[in-house]
């Protein structure tokens, strides 16, 4: 189970700290990920970290996101700065690749 938070309204090149704290899993042992889906789009991923703290992104948010975890607490997190409008979007934190089991995610509207 996933529970993200952090999310909100900001304006255009403003910055959010999104969390996800994650249960029933041995968190440690999987590739974590963050996923966010657009109005009217499909759920796309942003960012991954492996058990060791590789980390990849999506073109769209190199430079301007940075994922990282904190294992002793099973959290996963997603520093986001020089937001854009098209950033605009619910949210989800999973593992990559995805189970089944989705959290609520955590709204970020950048407008304005």
């Known amino acids: 189970q996933f529970v993200e938070s952090g999310g909100g309204l900001v304006q255009p090149g403003g910055s959010l700290r999104l969390s996800c704290a994650a249960t029933g899993m041995f968190f440690n042992a999987w590739t974590v990920a963050w996923y966010r889906q657009a109005p009217g789009k499909e759920r796309d991923l942003v960012a991954t970290i492996t058990q060791s703290g590789t980390t990849t992104y999506v073109e769209s948010v190199k430079g301007r996101f940075t994922i990282s975890r904190a294992n002793a607490i099973k959290t996963v997190y997603l520093q986001m700065n020089g937001l854009k409008p098209e950033d605009t979007a619910v949210y989800y934190c999973?593992?990559?690749?995805?189970?089944?089991?989705w959290g609520q995610g955590t709204q970020v509207t950048v407008s304005s």
């Open positions: 999973n593992l990559s690749p995805a189970t089944r089991f």
